[in-house]
Nanobody
Framework: AQGLVESGGGSVQAGGSLRLSCAASGYTSSNECVAWFRQAPGKEREGVAASNTDITGTYYADSVKGRFTISQDNAKTTVYLQMNSLKPEDTAMYYC????????????????????WGQGTQVTVSS
């Protein structure tokens, strides 16, 4: 994927929901891994969720399992992150990223493996 652009961030109260979108302007093949990462001030970047573009596997950080869902549109040009039951600790800049090989369960959250990144969208959750 190329030209990733995130949208959908904002400010919500704890317990609320947001849906982030990541649109790709370039061709998206069927064997890419697309992922969402986040970085809070003073903290390291962490992987949140990832999915193969052929939807053969989805992966989540333990901290968001059961609350966040990654999905794609049928054209495979937009990736979504549905975030429910948001917590103040979910506050961060969220980035989407893509790489030209599939996700693996033991490496999907390695940020340096991704070659395309969006500019980020801010999510702020207040208590």
């Amino acid at each position: 994927a190329q030209g990733l652009v995130e949208s959908g961030g904002g400010s919500v109260q704890a317990g609320g929901s947001l849906r982030l979108s990541c649109a790709a302007s370039g061709y998206t093949s069927s064997n890419e891994c697309v992922a969402w990462f986040r970085q809070a001030p003073g903290k390291e970047r962490e992987g949140v969720a990832a999915s193969n573009t052929d939807i053969t596997g989805t992966y989540y950080a333990d901290s968001v399992k059961g609350r966040f869902t990654i999905s794609q549109d049928n054209a495979k040009t937009t990736v979504y992150l549905q975030m429910n039951s948001l917590k103040p600790e979910d506050t961060a800049m969220y980035y989407c990223a893509a790489r030209n090989f599939i996700c693996f369960s033991n490496s999907w959250s390695t940020g340096t493996d991704y070659n395309d990144w969006g500019q980020g969208t801010q999510v702020t959750v207040s208590s």
